[in-house]
C-alpha cells in the first residue's frame, strides 16, 4: 500500500465504518527516545506506554526532522497498536506511530492537543 503525502491528491476510496473501527489507535505517552543509526532512514527508536490495558510498546519512527529524543519523553502521541510487528533492522516494532508529512515531507506527529489517559482509544 502506498501512502499519499500530496496534500492536493483526492480522498480515498469510501470505506464502511466497520473498517474504521478495526484499525486501533490509541494515545500513549513517550516513556523513552533515542537515535536508531541502524536504521537505512533517519529515526528514532521510540517506547510508549499505552496504559494498563496495552503497556509498553515499541516502536520506529521517522521524526528526526522535528524532534529530538529528550524533547519526545512525555509527549503524548497517536498509534495504530493493532498491526502485527514489524522488524525494522535491529528494532521490533510493535505500533505505527502517526503523523502528518509537513510542506517539504517532513513528519509531525499526531496528538490531542489537551492531555488524555494513555490508552485513549480514537472515535
Known amino acids: 500500500m502506498h501512502l499519499a503525502h500530496d496534500p492536493s491528491a483526492p480522498a480515498s476510496e469510501h470505506i464502511g465504518f466497520d473498517a474504521f473501527l478495526a484499525v486501533d489507535i490509541r494515545i500513549g505517552t513517550v516513556v523513552s527516545a533515542e537515535p536508531f543509526p541502524e536504521a537505512r532512514k533517519p529515526a528514532l527508536k521510540l517506547v510508549i506506554d499505552f496504559g494498563p490495558g ?65 490508552g485513549s482509544r480514537l472515535f
Open 54 to 118: 496495552i503497556g509498553r510498546k515499541r516502536s520506529s519512527a521517522q521524526i528526526t526532522e522535528h524532534y529530538a529524543p529528550e524533547d519526545l519523553v512525555g509527549r503524548q502521541v497517536a498509534a495504530v497498536v493493532n498491526f502485527p510487528p514489524r522488524q525494522i533492522g535491529k528494532v521490533l516494532s510493535e505500533v505505527l506511530t502517526l503523523g502528518f508529512a509537513d510542506a517539504a515531507g517532513a513528519v509531525v506527529l499526531f496528538a490531542p492537543d489537551r492531555p488524555v489517559p494513555d
